[in-house]
């Protein structure tokens, strides 16, 4: 037994946090361990916290410790009132050089920053892709002062970020680390991929701030561990549109904090922040071949929920009681396959090709950005228009040069999937066509924003839709839906 247990086991008036391995141990008084759980609590915590600490805390009789989450443990330290604590950690690394925003920030943004202020350095702030997220997160680190770890979705976002910070903080490009896609470099201000933050929760003490980028991606099970596991409260999530079709968006308000900020495409186009747009649905119809394929298709698959007694009201639905049990039940498999032929039919028809060659003309001096939901459109519309695409088959070089020569003008034109639609640097471009898409409003908003960087001229969002098809409902949706 070491000098530091030894004071412990004869200090009856402090309780120690410490970490052990992946949580966060509470060792109390030594006096007290003989206690039976609800007494034990009770002394820690007083009567009325005694029931939450007894969820947040599970006993280990061989270490003689309480172990939680370190989620948790700012309110378990909070909860200690009648105690001394002793945390044996630092709980707010600091950074080893002063920061300042050398940016100045947009009203907008100094509002969020308040806001985030004033909740306690919590919480998320919603703004429309284009409107300076980063610059944001960047006003947030000045504030606190602390060492920070940006979480980000895509290896291309760590660089983004790197290059932004160093340009708003005034500092040297290598003095933002990296730690994803090969890099392993940690530093006092360091970007990571939430894939690297789940495997390595070990480096998640070394912060005293958390910045999610894209946060909407932080509820999924695999990456929730992320904030479950860092101790620090202080935390900042930044999302065009944190909503989840899965509703588990609500998580947000336990993992990072409350929504203490948002401001809409709209609200910034009209204050000359973003450009100003125009959306325009444009409905084509399918050949009489296909409308009656895609009537028999349908009459399948509405056939099966109705005799199955099945209704779908969410994705998770469909997901369960027909995409699940396609596997084991071959009527299910004919559902499946006949929503999948229908939707096929609606989001691929092929007048849509015209219309886009209307537009590609009308455009013609214009960089035009178009996306499908299906790749093997991405490769028609390619070929048709013997055009560039990127999908995610596309190797990252030659996705970069693509990009760039998209950025310099030298191609006009550029055609994708769902890829491209965030954690990428796209060229401001004045007009997206969406061919076809799905119901979220997440993939809306986000494909709204490619055009919204501020410019002189109007940008346009075109909607090619499928007319008397689920298609038209699909579009209305992911206008409306939040």
């Given at each position: 037994?070491?000098?530091?247990?030894?004071?412990l086991q004869?200090?009856?008036?402090?309780?120690?946090?410490?970490?052990?391995?992946r949580?966060?141990?509470?060792?109390?008084?030594?006096?007290?361990?003989?206690?039976?759980?609800?007494a034990?609590?009770?002394?820690?915590?007083?009567s009325?916290?005694?029931?939450?600490?007894?969820?947040?805390?599970?006993?280990?009789?061989?270490?003689?410790?309480?172990?939680?989450?370190?989620?948790?443990?700012?309110?378990?330290?909070?909860?200690?009132?009648?105690?001394?604590?002793?945390?044996?950690f630092?709980?707010?690394?600091?950074?080893?050089?002063?920061?300042?925003?050398?940016?100045?920030?947009?009203?907008?943004?100094?509002?969020?920053?308040?806001?985030?202020?004033?909740e306690g350095?919590?919480?998320?702030?919603v703004l429309?892709?284009g409107?300076g997220?980063?610059?944001?997160g960047?006003?947030a680190?000045?504030?606190?002062?602390?060492a920070?770890?940006?979480?980000?979705p895509?290896?291309?976002?760590?660089?983004?970020?790197?290059?932004?910070?160093?340009?708003?903080?005034?500092?040297?490009?290598?003095?933002?680390g990296?730690?994803?896609?090969?890099?392993h470099?940690?530093?006092?201000?360091?970007?990571?991929?939430y894939?690297?933050?789940?495997?390595h929760?070990?480096l998640?003490?070394?912060?005293?701030?958390?910045?999610?980028d894209?946060?909407?991606?932080?509820?999924?099970?695999?990456?929730r561990?992320?904030?479950?596991?860092?101790?620090?409260p202080?935390?900042?999530?930044l999302?065009?549109t944190?909503?989840?079709?899965?509703?588990?968006?609500?998580?947000?308000?336990?993992?990072i904090?409350?929504?203490?900020?948002?401001?809409?495409?709209?609200?910034?186009s009209?204050?000359?922040?973003?450009?100003?747009?125009?959306?325009?649905?444009?409905i084509?119809?399918?050949?009489p071949?296909?409308?009656?394929?895609?009537?028999?298709?349908?009459?399948?698959?509405?056939g099966?929920?109705?005799?199955?007694?099945?209704?779908?009201?969410?994705?998770?639905?469909f997901?369960?009681k027909?995409l699940?049990?396609?596997?084991?039940?071959?009527?299910?498999r004919?559902?499946?396959?006949?929503?999948?032929?229908?939707?096929s039919?609606?989001?691929?028809?092929?007048a849509k090709?015209?219309?886009?060659?209307?537009?590609?003309?009308?455009?013609?001096?214009?960089?035009?950005?178009?996306f499908?939901?299906?790749?093997?459109?991405?490769?028609?519309?390619?070929?048709?228009?013997?055009?560039?695409?990127?999908?995610?088959?596309?190797?990252?070089?030659?996705?970069?040069l693509?990009l760039?020569?998209?950025?310099?003008?030298?191609?006009?034109?550029?055609?994708t999937?769902?890829v491209?639609?965030e954690?990428?640097?796209?060229?401001?471009?004045?007009?997206a066509?969406?061919?076809?898409?799905?119901?979220?409003?997440?993939?809306?908003?986000?494909?709204?924003?490619r055009?919204?960087?501020?410019?002189?001229?109007?940008?346009?969002?075109?909607?090619?839709?499928?007319?008397d098809?689920t298609?038209?409902?699909?579009?209305?949706r992911?206008?409306?839906?939040?």
């Amino acid at each position: 037994m070491d000098e530091s247990q030894e004071h412990l086991q004869h200090d009856d008036t402090t309780v120690r946090i410490e970490w052990r391995g992946r949580d966060i141990a509470l060792v109390p008084p030594a006096t007290l361990w003989p206690l039976d759980d609800a007494a034990l609590y009770r002394a820690l915590f007083g009567s009325a916290a005694a029931g939450l600490a007894s969820a947040l805390l599970q006993r280990d009789m061989r270490a003689r410790i309480l172990r939680a989450r370190p989620l948790d443990f700012p309110w378990l330290k909070a909860a200690l009132t009648d105690w001394d604590v002793a945390v044996a950690f630092d709980e707010r690394p600091a950074l080893p050089w002063p920061v300042q925003v050398t940016l100045a920030p947009r009203p907008y943004q100094d509002d969020a920053l308040t806001a985030w202020r004033a909740e306690g350095c919590r919480g998320v702030v919603v703004l429309p892709t284009g409107s300076g997220k980063t610059l944001v997160g960047a006003l947030a680190i000045a504030e606190v002062e602390l060492a920070t770890l940006v979480v980000v979705p895509t290896i291309d976002l760590l660089r983004q970020w790197q290059r932004a910070l160093a340009e708003s903080l005034g500092r040297a490009q290598e003095d933002i680390g990296v730690y994803g896609g090969g890099a392993h470099d940690v530093r006092p201000i360091t970007i990571i991929t939430y894939e690297s933050a789940a495997l390595h929760p070990e480096l998640l003490r070394r912060f005293g701030l958390l910045i999610f980028d894209e946060c909407h991606h932080l509820p999924a099970q695999t990456y929730r561990q992320i904030a479950e596991g860092a101790a620090t409260p202080l935390r900042l999530g930044l999302s065009a549109t944190p909503e989840r079709a899965d509703d588990e968006h609500r998580a947000l308000d336990r993992l990072i904090g409350p929504e203490v900020y948002r401001r809409a495409p709209e609200e910034l186009s009209a204050a000359r922040y973003l450009a100003s747009y125009d959306e325009q649905q444009l409905i084509v119809a399918l050949s009489p071949e296909d409308a009656a394929r895609y009537e028999q298709a349908r009459a399948t698959y509405r056939g099966y929920l109705r005799q199955r007694h099945i209704l779908i009201n969410s994705p998770a639905d469909f997901q369960r009681k027909v995409l699940w049990a396609s596997a084991r039940d071959p009527e299910a498999r004919a559902a499946m396959l006949a929503w999948r032929e229908a939707r096929s039919l609606a989001m691929n028809a092929p007048a849509k090709f015209a219309l886009l060659e209307e537009i590609f003309a009308r455009h013609a001096a214009e960089r035009v950005l178009v996306f499908s939901e299906y790749n093997t459109l991405v490769e028609q519309v390619s070929q048709r228009f013997c055009i560039p695409q990127i999908t995610h088959k596309t190797a990252t070089e030659e996705r970069r040069l693509i990009l760039e020569r998209f950025r310099e003008g030298r191609y006009r034109r550029l055609v994708t999937g769902r890829v491209l639609n965030e954690g990428v640097d796209i060229p401001d471009c004045g007009v997206a066509i969406i061919v076809s898409g799905s119901a979220t409003r997440r993939e809306y908003i986000q494909r709204l924003g490619r055009v919204l960087r501020p410019k002189e001229t109007r940008a346009t969002l075109y909607e090619l839709v499928t007319g008397d098809t689920t298609e038209e409902h699909i579009s209305d949706r992911r206008r409306t839906r939040i």
